[in-house]
């Protein structure tokens, strides 16, 4: 410990000389003055504890005793009895302390000196001395109990230490000084809602209340009321943030899982379609496809309705009869004569009608002649906090009948895009066929052969 500076030891000695004299009221004056100008003075905390008969009061000076001096055993063990006896009790940052120092004494006329103090606790914790930045946190707050970057460090280094009754001190204090950061705010009702100690909904309130809050701040409060089985107030805060932003994909994906939780599974249905639309290749929109197959088995809708997707098939097959175009003009594309070109061009449309037909049924090319009136939403069955969808109906398929329909014509084109490219080898088999004897080969395949040479010439 640093050395106690002369004015902050006399009035120490003056406190004590007041509690001799069973003035109270002055010795605590005086030992707050001592405690502000120099917060690790542990006898001051010690002297603190005989004049502060509020349980809570005392539990901070133990607390503020135990921080000063964290190797004495003596203060350890007053700390374990004080817990004993008294287990529920939450300390309380003694009033005096919340005001700033007292002009005139320690470190009052010193230069503001918080933002080197910052770099020296950044070090520390680049050099794994985590208990000594700690420290140095605690120390800032003491200036200024808002503080917004060392009370977010000061509670998640608690709370590493699983300190987590004093992390929730820092953060209380924090918030009485004026700190309006939402996430100080969502710290403190996580540790009041696991470890109690205080009304973790007052904080959550106030959370509600604060301007500028992000989807995000309101997706932690959500899950908190979630846990909690507070299900209305809940579906309540996702709803604003989905108002607040519409296409952040973790908002919806937390809608889908509460209303899948909640047995409305159209409902989440349509959220899990949204966050699907929303970036069907992003981690959320592959695990929203994964439940959305599980929930109701389906084609992608990504493949269903993207014209890229169903053409990336059609480019196979007109690769393949491309591929056969040019063995049939012996290696060479100028050899490719008009019929090889239309049969390629045919292969391309067939290829097309025969893909939405088995793999593609609800392309937006056919949506038109299959587009039907909007329904109204159904009722939300007397919930009154499950809000009606007004979100895009799933997109109709082809009837049955239509895609056999589209499955022949395409199947028929396909088989004259062969013969069209395969036009030259058709004739040069009918050649040789001539100079075979007809007669040896059955009827069926003299009439196939006819057929098609014919239709080749």
Avoid at 86 to 104: D, K, Y
Avoid at 378 to 402: D, I, V, W
Wanted: net charge neutral; proline share 7%.
């Amino acid at each position: 410990m640093s050395q106690v500076p002369s004015s902050v030891e006399h009035l120490y000695e003056t406190g004590m000389q007041a509690y001799t004299l069973a003035d109270r009221a002055r010795a605590r004056a005086l030992w707050i003055q001592v405690v502000q100008a120099e917060p690790n003075h542990a006898r001051a905390w010690t002297a603190l504890l005989r004049v502060c008969a509020d349980p809570a009061e005392q539990a901070y000076c133990l607390m503020r005793l135990f921080r000063a001096a964290p190797e004495d055993p003596r203060t350890r063990e007053a700390l374990q009895r004080f817990r004993h006896a008294h287990p529920n009790v939450r300390p309380r940052i003694l009033p005096e302390l919340v005001t700033a120092p007292a002009a005139g004494v320690g470190r009052s006329q010193a230069p503001d000196p918080v933002p080197k103090m910052l770099e020296v606790a950044a070090e520390k914790r680049a050099s794994g001395d985590d208990e000594g930045a700690l420290r140095i946190y605690l120390d800032i707050l003491d200036w200024n109990p808002a503080h917004g970057p060392a009370t977010t460090q000061a509670a998640r280094l608690l709370a590493d230490l699983k300190v987590l009754t004093e992390a929730a001190v820092v953060l209380d204090r924090s918030i009485t000084a004026g700190n309006r950061d939402p996430a100080v705010y969502l710290a403190l009702a996580e540790i009041r809602l696991h470890r109690g100690g205080g009304d973790p909904w007052q904080v959550l309130e106030a959370l509600r209340r604060l301007p500028g809050l992000l989807p995000g701040h309101l997706l932690h409060a959500a899950d908190l009321y979630w846990s909690q089985a507070e299900y209305k107030t809940a579906l309540e805060l996702l709803h604003e943030a989905e108002q607040r932003d519409s296409h952040y994909q973790p908002t919806l994906m937390r809608l889908a899982e509460a209303y899948r939780d909640l047995r409305h599974p159209e409902r989440a249905r349509q959220y899990l379609q949204r966050v699907v639309d929303l970036g069907a290749r992003t981690p959320l929109g592959r695990r929203a496809e994964g439940i959305l197959l599980e929930v109701s088995p389906h084609v992608p809708r990504y493949i269903q309705t993207n014209l890229i997707y169903a053409l990336r098939e059609v480019v196979g097959i007109f690769l393949l009869y491309a591929c056969l175009a040019i063995l049939d003009a012996g290696l060479t594309l100028s050899g490719i004569g008009l019929a090889g070109w239309v049969g390629m061009l045919l292969s391309v449309a067939g290829g097309y009608l025969l893909v939405s037909a088995t793999s593609s049924p609800s392309q937006w090319v056919f949506q038109r002649f299959l587009a039907e009136p909007d329904e109204a939403p159904a009722p939300s069955g007397g919930e009154a906090y499950l809000p009606a969808m007004t979100s895009e109906k799933p997109l109709p398929a082809l009837p049955l009948e239509a895609r056999a329909v589209l499955g022949t014509v395409g199947g028929v084109l396909l088989a004259v895009a062969i013969v069209l490219v395969l036009q030259h080898s058709l004739l040069a088999t009918q050649e040789t066929m001539g100079m075979l004897d007809r007669r040896q080969l059955p009827d069926y395949l003299n009439n196939i052969l006819s057929e098609l040479f014919r239709f080749a010439q």
